[in-house]
């Protein structure tokens, strides 16, 4: 006889009996086993991936605490014997780089304001203003992408020269403050803004200019990081541009700055990967700072036009 109040009632006729527990059949107990373990493979390949990108900055890291005649050695010392950390002491008053970190600084930011204002812009005219040939101008623009710099540095250069900016920031920040990748990343975003947007603010009275900065903007704040981001970490890096026209050292970018590390015979490789370690720490930040807004900018880029 049970004395629960549910087995009585069972007993009594009350209480229907419980229905038996039957376990999954064998297939779907083996998808969920090949789900599992394809999910874990995938950790794993994804986990290798991210160790083999992370190798070369661990051994930057590692060189920069270092004396030169352990950089190279081998095999690879992933740990210093002895911690150099002089290193980052010692560059400060071995070269200007503060002033170098100064004028990278100043370029990266300049250039950067000027093109996601430039490109936000122009891609405004080419994916919300209708005009004639509007297409065959864009694709006609987005075509000088495929032209190689080399192609143009030398008549750029004579340009400069004839014009008396070489030597100057000014060079470099007119030849940058336009940029058709840009112009395309800004437009293919602006592409999955809805135009009815665009022309209730026309029948409201809001000009072309209002539009852009009031409506459209403020709604491709990832489109505007995703710029922003690529924009000043590519002028960061850059050494070609400053090498060729900047000349005076109280100019020079971070990127030339450690290049007189290099000797004519010998070069000390700790100083340098000691400079490159500092030198990423901004772009490090920047991309920390903005890493959402970048992540969401690049992946609806191209979801419309």
């Keep these: 006889m049970s004395t629960t109040l549910p087995g009585r009632l069972r007993e009594a006729g009350e209480l229907p009996a419980p229905l038996p527990v039957t376990p999954p059949p064998a297939s779907a107990r083996s998808r969920a086993l090949r789900s599992r373990v394809r999910s874990a493979l995938v950790h794993a390949l994804l986990a290798g991936l991210t160790l083999a990108v992370l190798v070369p900055f661990v051994w930057m890291v590692s060189s920069s605490l270092k004396h030169d005649n352990q950089v190279f050695s081998v095999p690879v ?23 170098y970190l100064r004028n990278s600084l100043f370029l990266a930011v300049t250039i950067t304001f000027l093109q996601v204002l430039t490109g936000s812009f122009a891609a405004y005219g080419f994916a919300k203003v209708r005009f004639p040939g509007r297409d065959v101008l ?11 710099w080399q192609a143009y540095m030398v008549p750029q250069y004579i340009l400069m020269q004839k014009a008396g900016l070489t030597n100057t920031f000014t060079s ?7 940029g058709a990748f840009g112009v395309f990343l800004m437009r293919q975003y602006y ?8 022309e209730a603010a026309r029948i409201d009275g809001l000009s072309e200019y209002g ?12 489109a505007l990081a995703s710029l922003a981001l690529l924009t000043f970490v590519h002028t960061w890096n ?7 026209y900047l000349t005076s050292n ?10 007189s590390f290099v000797g004519l015979y010998d070069a000390e490789y700790a100083m340098i990967m000691t400079g490159s370690v500092i030198s990423v720490l901004p772009i490090l930040l920047v991309f920390l700072l903005g890493q959402r807004y ?3 900018g690049i992946a609806t880029a191209g979801m419309k036009g």
């Design 77 to 99: 010392q992933w740990v210093p014997t002895e911690f150099v950390w002089s290193n980052y002491a010692d560059i400060w008053t071995r070269i200007p780089m503060l002033t």
């Design 294 to 296: 970048f992540i969401q």
């Design 191 to 198: 592409m999955t803004i809805p135009d009815e947007l665009c």
């Design 238 to 244: 850059d050494y070609m541009g400053p090498f060729i």
């Design 138 to 148: 864009f694709l006609a623009y987005i075509a000088t992408i495929a032209v190689p």
């Design 172 to 178: 470099l920040i007119l030849l940058q403050a336009f």
């Design 250 to 259: 109280e100019l020079w970018t971070v990127q030339l700055g450690l290049r």
């Design 211 to 222: 539009i852009w900065a009031r409506i459209v903007l403020p709604l491709s704040r990832p």
